[in-house]
């Protein structure tokens, strides 16, 4: 099932974060509250560092993007296989000059969600619309939501992954600079805290994968809703903890992955602006740090977002448990807890046996998308990503709070447990591109070892480049 047949059907049938969103207007009227916002913002030296590092990496790292790929299909054209998954005016049909434009921004699962911005999920067509429950409404809402106001829905797309991509750049700033200085680790080690939230920040907006924060998917947006959680939880903000948390969960299924972050932290810290209620030591450290009252009610809300998401699908006449069962209409299948290493490294193992061959006659793994030498390729790269972040979760582990280390974890748990049949780690390099925690870590490393910030730097943004100019084109990436 694809996004063009399901649509013929359709056709056919009749904080600081937090406060970045919740401005305390100290003025009266708006005018005068926003300007009382913008002065209290300008007046904070971290908060502007902050903005200056994250408005740079925005602007530089979405630079590259599209000149790489609009002079990729200037060179080589669209690709020969511009019409997979591309529902008629979906991504295409805008005109030369739209069309090229679009192509950044708009490939594969951008269907899907331009679909559903569109029209919706339609449960009431059963099995023909099946795929669609595997994306999470709170994206095409948003994007349908922009489109109101005359917004063509891929300009609204890319907006609304642009905005949400700012707010977590920043965010990301502001809590690596929370965690790594002297009011948050001052133990760990780091000697550079303000280079290091910059060299997060970097790393963030210039990763491999981080085309995809600007095109019409929803990494942007769950990207800066976990940031949110995180910076909410350590400031003691539990209401918007519960909010952002519900959010996250409604954009996408491992969203609420993040209640296991809030939880440790309300447990266990740190927290800004309130000691801990019992000193532990020994075997006793394993106890809560903090007395349990009643704003942890707050952290219930969390899971209210995927359930919302599964009663809309029961009240519109589809299985509410839709959403819990779609990943198989995609290959996905459960091969036990984190399993998909050990089939990864398989995929891998006899990814390099079939290029090493240099035939195609004996297909030593199955084959995606016929072609067996493709299918190799891709499974070595996805292994490659697998083993360049083991280090980085195992350094979050190790120097950042607990939460963090737990939240990596569970994120994972999903599309290591639940591997792909022909390509068992699919998409995991997107997946890793949100896991900012891993960022935060890697950015803390690269201040003692500045001899290879700029190496890991250029490199990144040239991978980012060779990936966008692929996505563009049509070729599958991640």
Request: net charge positive.
């Amino acid at each position: 099932m694809n996004s063009d047949a399901a649509e013929l059907i359709i056709l056919d049938a009749p904080s600081d974060l937090a406060a970045a969103v919740e401005p305390r207007f100290s003025m009266p009227g708006l005018a005068g509250g926003a300007f009382g916002w913008w002065t209290r913002l300008r007046a904070d030296p971290a908060r502007m560092a902050a903005v200056r590092v994250s408005a740079r990496a925005l602007a530089g790292s979405r630079v590259l993007v599209w000149s790489a790929a609009l002079t990729t299909i200037a060179a080589f054209g669209f690709g020969p296989v511009r019409t997979a998954f591309n529902p008629p005016g979906a991504t295409r049909g805008f005109g030369w000059l739209g069309d090229l434009l679009a192509a950044p921004a708009a490939r594969w699962d951008s269907a899907w969600y331009l679909v559903i911005a569109h029209y919706g999920y339609r449960p009431d067509l059963g099995a023909l619309t099946t795929s669609r429950t595997a994306f999470f409404p709170l994206y095409p809402l948003g994007v349908r939501a922009i489109s109101w106001v005359g917004t063509p829905p891929i300009v609204a797309g890319v907006a609304l992954s642009s905005i949400a991509l700012a707010l977590a750049l920043y965010g990301i700033h502001r809590l690596a600079t929370l965690e790594l200085g002297a009011r948050g680790r001052p133990h760990a080690g780091f000697a550079d805290p303000a280079q290091a939230a910059r060299l997060a920040v970097m790393l963030t907006a210039f990763a491999p994968m981080a085309f995809y924060l600007s095109a019409v998917y929803s990494e942007s947006l769950y990207l800066a809703l976990s940031v949110g959680v995180f910076w909410s939880a350590r400031n003691g903000r539990w209401a918007w903890v519960g909010i952002l948390g519900a959010l996250a969960a409604a954009t996408r299924n491992t969203g609420v992955a993040l209640l296991l972050p809030a939880v440790l932290i309300y447990a266990y810290g740190p927290r800004e602006g309130r000691p801990v209620d019992f000193m532990r030591s020994g075997r006793a450290r394993l106890l809560p740090r903090y007395r349990l009252r009643a704003d942890a009610l707050w952290l219930a809300l969390v899971p209210l977002g995927i359930a919302a998401y599964c009663a809309f699908l029961g009240l519109s006449g589809g299985d509410p448990l839709t959403p819990l069962h779609a990943q198989g209409a995609w290959g996905r299948h459960f091969a036990g807890p984190y399993l998909g290493v050990w089939d990864g490294a398989k995929a891998a193992f006899e990814g390099a046996r079939q290029l090493l061959s240099f035939q195609r006659h004996h297909v030593y793994f199955p084959a995606a998308g016929g072609s067996s030498f493709v299918s190799a390729g891709h499974n070595l790269m996805l292994f490659a990503f697998l083993l360049a972040a083991i280090p980085a979760l195992l350094g979050v582990l190790r120097r950042l709070p607990i939460a963090y280390g737990a939240y990596v974890l569970a994120a994972l748990a999903m599309p290591l447990s639940y591997p792909v049949s022909y390509q068992p780690l699919m998409s995991l390099p997107r997946f890793l591109v949100v896991l900012f925690p891993l960022s935060i870590w890697l950015g803390a490393w690269l201040t003692r070892h500045p001899r290879a910030q700029r190496p890991a730097l250029l490199l990144s943004a040239l991978l980012m480049m060779f990936f966008a100019a692929q996505f563009a084109t049509w070729h599958w990436v991640a």
